[in-house]
């Protein structure tokens, strides 16, 4: 029986890993970019190859033996990213936890341990293939052993046998070292022979075979210069040579039987990926025997599936889960639900709770306590089978997302193995996804919802104290989980949209857009297409000659920032950036809002992703409405085509007035700068007059405009680099600015200079309603790394203490208006604005009580202001 030997050359293949993928990094800070790409090549071994036997070889260090021939050998090389270093040791661990066979011995090379082991096996009995990133190992190619090279970072892998290696490079696997002796290697830092590269080298190895031939032949070699390079240069090439050399007998202390590779289990492997943030791989791992008898070993679950819901069915305390498929909740259907308590597990057919007066009488009990996972999902989901949920006393969900929001995966499993328990499947391992999701049997539903509901109950206590360990339990109960069912009833309700009025926008955009292609065509003086990067180059850099600012791969950059750089250089460059602009408002809002206005309500049903972002703001998909452009009248005029849901009601809008800088003046404690809110000045003329020591009446307009420059800047932590890109002055010029600044506001300064020193000491920073977001790379050796952590430390309290504020806000002012009984309704949050729609009797009533509760909802030590307006669309209401 023919045996399957896998060999990798470890380092090689973290190293272009590495240098592939973007850094990334885990929750507790540590690296794991190589790895991550390590992996995925990892898993497609074991699922292409099924090994009996398996080996990752690393190098022992920088000396080899091959420095006593050449101390020079891999000279030029530079030394290893720290961020690369320490993810080898975490990569060894990985592979211990696969059961993987990694092996390293001093002065010897990874090469140099796969040649040995390949050596040892090179016989009928069995097949070796070689993995690397290095075409060193293709001497080792032959009728047993194939090697596959990584090419393109790690996306591809070319698989060398004996015949493709001729077929691509001319020559056999013996003469790969005659042609490294010859050519040498600039990675490796061998000389070889100058003036020869692979062309020339292959040439000569295909008339005279071996290195060794043609100095035998050298009479026979074409060409004085090359000749005399060969002559003068013999000793490097024959030192190339056998640097280039594989040792094929090195004294390794590891054999065969070592390598034996039996599969691995899928809880160790799952505990690692949980650790390293490898989520998206999870699912890789699912399917396999091991997987399949680890499923086996869950532990048993007893439940029933219901025919006929009663009260003894519940608690006064139960986890629930309404398990529903893909994203959109607001069309997708309930799938079954799951009720688990200390005495019962009881999954609920739809079907049977949908016409239950019982299960719809407990759901409606404030009374009844229900531990959920994603209050919002589950109460627009109950909604829309008209049952109004009450009684939510916790929210997996969102407890996951304060405790860590830098974690990716807040579902039940993935929380679970967080915590070390798994009992319970990943539902892409029950459904599939993609293309190939869909319902299993209800044995299998049942089992999985059953599972899920009962890890929700098991989890529930110690999510609990963790939070309240963090000061965290206010967060969770006061703020997130009332706006959460405040955010469920807009979304269910949605924002009526007058697909008309959009029609009508798209078809004056296309008149703009049609009169904008002719023009750009006359100053051009041809046609071509406008969208396509490799007509409009040459028309702009060859034909009407402007600068090239950058080439790519395919020929000159178009880019938008390449464009605004040759704004003033030729009318056709603003021209063109316009039509850029009014096409993505056609094609994403103007069309893209139509596709997803819902034919029964004709309306807009967006999602308010509400442990997404680690600032704690608020993010809307599908569609996202906080993104629609306004700073362009056509942007700011789609607006007109969201409008009330009923006739004679009003759109009401109200947005804080610079809330991020009224929240810094209060965290830093500025007396100055609070001094100017609390004196309701215009806060951008304030510090123009402070930076440029000017009276107010002395302040241009491009003074102010500076100074907002800055005061903004100022909340992200601002470089001079980056101010002065924004201003357009020079470098020393937007040092000078900033530093001015913090001479008029000393404790901005102090607050910036603190905040960072406080992460460092203690890994987060945390909001003024004790929201946290950790910072590991605040520690990094790489300083844009570190310096990118250090601005979000410093930004992060103002801007998530402006949009707790804002949550507040929504909290209080839902509760107004229901005290008030009004028939006004929360439709959207856009960052630091509110929109609501109301009849035209209520609008006076909204006029009082919304700057009312906005402005008072937190209590700190300068005045919020709030400005609200109304009108006949969203548009009109600005």
Not at 238 to 253: V, Y
Not at 326 to 353: L, Q
Not at 790 to 797: G, L
């Amino acid at each position: 029986m023919t045996q399957k030997l896998i060999l990798i050359d470890g380092n090689s293949i973290i190293y272009r890993a590495f240098f592939a993928l973007p850094l990334l990094n885990n929750e507790k800070g540590v690296y794991t970019n190589g790895i991550y790409g390590f992996t995925t090549i990892l898993l497609r071994i074991l699922e292409e190859e099924q090994p009996t036997h398996m080996l990752v070889a690393f190098d022992a260090g920088k000396t080899t033996f091959r420095h006593e021939t050449y101390k020079e050998y891999k000279g030029g090389r530079e030394k290893t990213p720290p961020e690369l270093s320490e993810q080898f040791p975490v990569l060894k661990e990985l592979l211990d936890a696969f059961g993987i066979k990694h092996y390293q011995l001093d002065q010897y090379e990874a090469d140099d341990i796969i040649g040995t082991l390949s050596k040892q096996a090179d016989n009928e009995e069995w097949d070796i293939t070689v993995f690397s990133g290095d075409k060193d190992l293709l001497q080792l190619v032959s009728d047993q052993v194939t090697v596959r090279v990584t090419k393109k970072g790690i996306s591809e892998i070319e698989n060398y046998t004996p015949s493709y290696l001729f077929e691509k490079m001319q020559v056999t696997p013996e003469q790969i070292t005659d042609l490294k002796g010859l050519m040498g290697d600039s990675s490796d830092n061998i000389p070889g022979v100058p003036g020869i590269g692979e062309k020339t080298a292959t040439k000569l190895l295909t008339q005279f075979h071996t290195l060794e031939k043609v100095y035998e032949h050298l009479d026979e070699v074409s060409g004085k210069k090359l000749k005399e390079n060969l002559t003068t240069y013999r000793d490097d090439a024959i030192m190339s040579k056998d640097l280039a050399t594989i040792n094929r007998d090195s004294p390794i202390t590891v054999q065969l039987d070592d390598a034996v590779y039996e599969g691995f289990s899928t809880a160790s492997v799952r505990n690692m990926f949980m650790d390293l943030g490898f989520q998206s791989l999870l699912t890789r791992i699912s399917g396999t025997e091991e997987a399949e008898e680890e499923k086996a070993g869950y532990k048993e679950i007893d439940y029933s599936i219901v025919e006929e819901v009663t009260e003894a069915l519940f608690s006064k305390q139960d986890a629930l889960v309404v398990e529903m498929l893909g994203e959109n909740y607001h069309t997708e259907p309930i799938e079954g639900i799951g009720v688990v308590n200390e005495n019962k597990k009881s999954f609920i057919p739809i079907s049977v709770a949908a016409e239950s007066s019982a299960f719809k009488k407990w759901a409606e009990d404030p009374a009844k306590k229900k531990i959920v996972f994603d209050a919002k999902r589950t109460k627009v989901a109950l909604l829309r089978r008209d049952i109004q949920i009450e009684g939510i006393v916790f929210d997996a969900l969102l407890a996951s997302y304060l405790i860590n929001p830098a974690e990716n995966n807040h579902d039940i499993p993935g929380i679970a193995s967080r915590k070390g328990k798994y009992d319970v499947s990943f539902d892409e391992e029950v459904y599939g996804k993609g293309a190939k999701q869909q319902v299993p049997e209800e044995a299998v539903l049942s089992e999985h919802v059953i599972r899920k509901t009962d890890t929700l109950l098991e989890l529930y206590p110690g999510m609990e104290k963790e939070l309240e360990e963090n000061e965290q339990a206010d967060l969770l109960k006061h703020l997130e989980m009332p706006l959460a069912l405040i955010l469920a009833e807009m979304e269910h309700h949605g924002v009526l949209v007058d697909v008309d009025r959009l029609k009508e926008m798209g078809e004056d955009l296309k008149e703009r857009l049609d009169k904008l292609e002719k023009e750009v065509y006359e100053l051009a003086g041809k046609e071509f297409n406008l969208n396509s990067p490799k007509q409009l180059g040459p028309v702009l850099f060859e034909d009407l000659g402007l600068p090239v600012i950058k080439k790519t791969k395919t020929g000159y950059s178009t880019a938008a920032d390449v464009l605004e750089q040759l704004a003033d250089q030729h009318e056709i460059i603003p021209k063109l950036l316009l039509y850029r602009q009014l096409g993505k408002l056609q094609s994403t809002y103007i069309e893209g809002l139509q596709k997803v206005v819902h034919d029964d309500t004709h309306k807009i049903h967006t999602r308010f992703n509400q442990a997404l972002t680690q600032t704690g703001r608020l993010s809307s998909v599908d569609p996202n409405l906080q993104n629609i452009p306004i700073r362009l009248e056509e942007g700011r005029k789609i607006r007109q085509a969201f409008v009330p849901s009923h006739q004679g009601w009003k759109m009401f809008a109200a947005d804080y007035s610079q809330i991020e800088l009224r929240v810094l003046a209060h965290i830093a404690d500025d007396e100055k700068l609070k001094m100017a809110f609390q004196n309701d000045l215009d806060i951008h003329t304030q510090t123009a007059m402070d930076v440029f020591h000017v009276e107010r009446e002395e302040v241009t307009s491009n003074m102010r405009r500076q100074a907002k420059a800055v005061n903004f800047g100022i909340v992200y932590g601002i470089s001079d680099y980056g101010l002065s890109q924004n201003l357009g002055i020079t470098r020393k010029e937007a040092k000078q600015f900033i530093e001015r600044y913090f001479s008029s506001y000393p404790n901005v300064k102090a607050y910036m200079d603190d905040i960072v020193v406080e992460a460092k000491q203690k890994g987060y920073v945390s909001t003024l309603m004790n929201r946290r977001r950790y910072l590991p790379d605040i520690t990094s050796r790489n300083f844009n790394v570190r310096s990118f952590a250090e601005r979000t430390a410093m930004n992060t309290p103002i801007q998530g203490s402006a949009a707790d504020i804002i949550k507040k806000a929504m909290i209080d002012l839902d509760n107004r208006m229901k005290q008030e009984k009004l028939q006004a309704k929360l439709l959207l949050q856009v960052h630091d604005e509110l929109i609501l729609e109301a009849p035209e009797n209520e609008i006076e009533t909204l006029k009082k009580i919304v700057p009312e509760m906005m402005e008072k909802t937190v209590d700190i030590s300068v005045p919020l202001k709030v400005d609200y307006s109304y009108g006949e669309s969203w548009f009109d209401a600005k």
